[in-house]
DNA sequence: ATCCTCAATAATGTCGACAATTCGCCACGG
DNA sequence: CCGTGGCGAATTGTCGACATTATTGAGGAT
């Protein structure tokens, strides 16, 4: 009856849990119960407690256990904050680097954008966006940089907020990211740098918009 | 000043150990020879080498054990550029909410970095500007972003590349610090994100000027 | 001399057991 | 009614033992 599946590696798994979603904040994590939940042993469970704590999705408490990290209001701006400055960096090297083949991938994952949103298929564009940020660290050939970004909680945070959710986002959005497109078609930096500063500003103001929606419509938990 | 309780937590013990140069790159790390070094259980030990690696200090192959990362040429480059771009933000938002006690403290320590520049301690000296950037963090009530570039390996840098060698670096150093205190006391954000730039710009400089030495001077090891 | 095999060694990865700690619950007393 | 103190279950922290995997070195064949 035991049915376990063999390979699964215990970090990744958790984390893709937590960033979809699938446990919610604050909540307990149990070390027997995910050991049994993703047939992993104990030892292993913990130490991928232990590298979600470093890495911030999950707060590690001594002889209390895990949970997952509950990200405040603050902090998530603080987040989106921290990533329009280095992405904004990102953006301006890539500008300066970016290859034909770099250039193709991007205008690929382009017209899958477009096809989503008017297919009002918000999750598969979210996806996509994910995407097409990627290929531009990639670009940047920076792993520093791409490593924190990468790093930060922020795609925690378009499912904590439904950031998507707001009217004619998606429209808006997909217009940046042809402007950035354009400036690093161009290779031109400066430009690159201040469409992903703009884009991301609008980010940032959809999340603001998304924290005044949740409080509007009433919640309980403080943020 | 942060009064340290003896710390017989074995990722403090070892991530000091690492920065400051005991444990040199690629040096292997045993488990059970830290654990009988520091006094610990292997345990402990094998979750203080996961944060490590996390964190990036520490190289952990599966089967293969850990050792210390050594920082390329060019990733401790990254890093100086990361470090600029969010150290000018942080000094940017430091600028509007810096306190009349946080000035205080500034100047107290550039006093005391005065006197150490004076009587040739760029030992002591380094550690103090370490200080100065931190009370400009915390001034800056930003969390997440001190928490990534604290978490920055830049520490190791100045040591595995001595910076502090250069000559008249530290005069130049103590003139920078002092053009972003006064932007700071201005309360005026430009001045301060630019000058931390520009303070930040020398750095790399400096760091640059350190990594040719190495190589004039003969190594056997490539970036 | 060089390459290959294979045992010996050393270190890591994993598991189970047990001690230590926290937390919920309930009886008790003011 | 409310605070308080102490069981007891649940969970984490740690240790030792053992399996698994890399590495080393000697010896032999070509």
């Known amino acids: 009856m035991k049915r376990r599946p063999p390979r699964a590696d215990p970090y990744h798994q958790?984390?893709?849990?937590?960033?979809?979603?699938?446990?919610?904040?604050?909540?307990?994590?149990?070390?027997?119960?995910?050991?049994?939940?993703?047939?992993?042993?104990?030892?292993?469970?913990?130490?991928?407690?232990?590298r979600l704590d470093q890495e911030g999705l999950v707060q590690l408490e001594r002889n209390r256990g895990a949970r997952v990290r509950h990200i405040s209001d603050g902090e998530a701006m603080e987040i989106e904050e921290v990533r329009a400055v280095l992405e904004?960096?990102?953006?301006?090297?890539?500008?300066?680097?970016?290859?034909?083949?770099?250039?193709?991938?991007?205008?690929?994952?382009?017209t899958q954008m477009r096809e989503h949103v008017e297919a009002g298929d918000s999750i598969g564009y979210s996806e996509l966006n994910a995407t097409f940020h990627q290929v531009i660290w990639t670009a940047a050939g920076h792993p520093t940089a791409s490593n924190l970004v990468g790093g930060l909680k922020?795609?925690?945070?378009?499912?904590?907020?439904?950031?998507?959710?707001?009217?004619?986002?998606?429209?808006?959005?997909?217009?940046e990211h042809e402007a950035i497109f354009g400036a690093l078609k161009a290779h031109d930096g400066d430009a690159a740098e201040a469409a992903m500063r703009e884009h991301l500003a609008e980010v940032l103001d959809t999340l603001r918009w998304a924290i005044d929606s949740q409080h509007r419509t009433g919640r309980w938990l403080p943020g």
């Not at 904040?25 to 149990?30: M, Q, S």
């Not at 960096?89 to 970016?98: E, G, P, Q, S, V």
């Open 14 to 50: 958790l984390r893709e849990a937590i960033v979809s979603g699938q446990l919610h904040p604050n909540e307990r994590l149990v070390e027997a119960a995910i050991a049994e939940r993703i047939g992993a042993g104990r030892t292993a469970v913990r130490a991928a407690l232990v």
């Open 154 to 175: 922020s795609q925690g945070i378009r499912f904590q907020y439904q950031t998507a959710l707001r009217p004619g986002r998606a429209e808006r959005s997909l217009r």
């Open 88 to 110: 904004g960096m990102l953006a301006r090297r890539a500008a300066d680097r970016i290859t034909a083949d770099g250039l193709r991938e991007l205008r690929h994952v382009m």
